[in-house]
Nanobody
């Protein structure tokens, strides 16, 4: 199956930056897209940014101009560079991978365990 390992979360002051990383491993056949979602306490999970295998990106309106998603296809790794962080960006950030695997040929979504981002005011 596909496993996702996230890193880079932490505590940062408002206006600061963090870079999240998510590496996919396991029985991967093909990755269609990877992305980041976030969930704050008491809130629903929301899309932050996605990037397809071809490099097409999407962003939530709230992060456009501040966050940048990128991929290293050779490493099956996706990054999220977060600049000008605001307290409202505080959440658990989850990596998503849309892929097929050797044990599951159907396109499926795989999720990381989450990494916490806290932005202090």
């Amino acid at each position: 199956q596909v496993q996702l390992v996230e890193s880079g979360g932490g505590l940062v002051q408002a206006g600061g930056s963090l870079r999240l990383s998510c590496a996919a491993s396991g029985t991967i056949l093909s990755i269609s897209a990877m992305g980041w979602y976030r969930q704050a306490p008491g809130k629903q999970r929301e899309l932050v940014a996605t990037i397809t295998s071809g490099g097409t990106t999407t962003y939530a309106d709230s992060v456009k101009g501040r966050f940048t998603i990128s991929r290293d296809n050779a490493k099956n790794t996706v990054y999220l560079q977060m600049n000008s962080l605001r307290p409202e960006d505080s959440a658990d950030y989850y990596c998503n991978c849309r892929a097929t695997s050797y044990t599951n040929y159907r396109v499926s979504d795989y999720w990381g365990q989450g990494t916490q981002v806290t932005v202090s005011s």
